[in-house]
């Protein structure tokens, strides 16, 4: 069975929900989602008193798993308009897998947040793509396949990079994601599946 990792950060729980809805849409393929986070790094008193949301459920990954997977999708809030520092960090981890060519020719995906509209949704995306083709591996995005990447009847994040939400209600507040943001993340999720399925089956035929 195709084997997809959906890895994420999340300080404030947006990422979190994203990353859920990633894994439906892996699993709506009938390929195997496997949600995990990275480690957080803030001190525990700096993360509460900022609020962030410790209670989440997925459980924390090793870097040494990344190389059981056909694919992974990586989830990060955007930090000026680059992937999360945690996110960073663990990625830095990572020189023993590029070493001996470990993620060569899997799936790499990015999905992100951003507090405003034009946070850095798209440059978060594109800055994180330079790791993952660093280890080899193949970058996928979400394509105008998907349809709710054109409205134009309300504010929504996603582009042709990856899905994305909008964190903050521009007055300040909390903003759920929304249903076409949640569909886009889905909409990944699937078409990553099905394209790891395609490599995975191709490795194996020249395997043989």
Same mark, same amino acid.
């Given at each position: %069975? ?14 979190? /929900? %994203? ?24 001190? =525990? ?10 209670? +989440?459920?997925?459980?924390? *990954? ?5 190389? =059981?997977?056909?694919?992974? /999708? ?8 680059? %992937?999360?520092? #945690? %996110?960073?960090?663990?990625?830095? #981890? ?22 405003? #509209? &034009?946070?850095? #949704? ?11 083709? &660093? ?9 105008? $396949? ?9 504010? $929504? ?5 990856? *899905?994305? $939400? ?16 949640? =569909? ?20 194996? +035929?020249?395997?043989?």
């Amino acid at each position: %069975m195709t084997s997809v990792l959906v890895l994420y950060y999340s300080s404030y729980g947006h990422i979190e /929900i %994203m990353a859920g809805a990633v894994a439906e849409g892996v699993r709506e393929t009938g390929a195997c989602a496997m949600v995990k986070r990275v480690p957080e790094i803030v001190p =525990d008193a700096v993360a509460i008193r900022a609020g962030y949301k410790l209670d +989440q459920r997925a459980a924390i *990954a090793d870097v040494a798993e990344l190389a =059981d997977h056909d694919a992974i /999708i990586f989830g990060t809030p955007t930090r000026f308009g680059t %992937m999360a520092a #945690q %996110m960073k960090n663990f990625l830095d #981890q990572a020189g023993g897998l590029w070493a001996r060519n470990a993620l060569v020719g899997r799936v790499g995906s990015v999905f992100t947040s951003t507090g405003s #509209q &034009h946070g850095g #949704q798209e440059a978060t995306i594109l800055s994180t793509h330079i790791a993952l083709l &660093h280890l080899g591996m193949v970058v996928a995005g979400l394509p105008y $396949t998907f349809g709710g990447q054109s409205r134009m009847d309300e504010i $929504t994040g996603g582009s042709p990079y990856g *899905a994305s $939400t909008l964190a903050d209600d521009g007055r300040g507040g909390n903003r759920e994601p929304s249903t076409n943001e949640l =569909d886009g993340a889905r909409f990944q999720g699937r078409h990553v599946a099905h394209l790891a399925r395609a490599l995975a089956a191709a490795r194996l +035929q020249d395997a043989a």
